[in-house]
């Protein structure tokens, strides 16, 4: 295991010596190395960690090898750089390297229902009642009314 590791500034890949297959890491800050910030040919799995200004890219996976990099700050919110995700413009990947969802990605839209007695509790914005909305309720395919209850973070 390597978890909460900072690497940087090395000027040859990180070599994984494997103990179980996938071998886990998670916590690490990967930047600032003159090669990927890590080369592979066993399969490995990568969370909650931060690659960024490495300069070949952030992983180089072979193709006999999976690396599960899911839920990774790749230097830009936009992703890492790779064909399958061409607005991208983080640190390259390449290689067998799933990434998406990643860190820093607009979140999927998750529902907060409020329930405190149905349809008895009227919310209202100055003065305009937004809920119940019973007209609105029928006629709105994309329940886009509702959009003024969303909360921030």
């Known amino acids: 295991h390597l978890n909460n590791a900072v690497i940087r500034y090395a000027t040859g890949p990180l070599i ?5 297959d996938p071998t886990p890491m998670s916590g690490l800050d990967i930047a600032h190395n003159i090669y990927y910030g890590i080369s ?3 399969n490995l799995t990568v969370t909650s960690s931060r690659f960024y200004d490495n300069n ?12 599960d990099a899911r839920n990774n700050w790749w230097g830009d919110d936009s ?6 995700n061409p607005t991208g413009t983080g640190q390259k990947i ?16 998750d529902p907060v229902i409020l329930i405190p007695g149905i349809l008895g ?16 309720m029928l006629i709105s395919p994309s329940d886009s009314f509702i959009d003024v209850l969303e909360m921030d973070e």
């Open 40 to 42: 592979t040919y066993v």
């Open 121 to 136: 509790t009227e919310m209202k914005i100055v003065g305009n009642t937004i809920w119940p909305d019973p007209f609105s």
């Open 79 to 84: 992703g890492p750089t790779v064909a399958s």
């Open 56 to 67: 070949a890219g952030g992983i180089n996976a072979s193709d006999l090898s999976i690396v």
């Open 16 to 20: 994984i010596f494997p103990s179980v």
């Open 94 to 109: 390449l290689g067998n390297v799933l990434y998406d969802p990643w860190i820093g990605q607009p979140p999927a839209r």
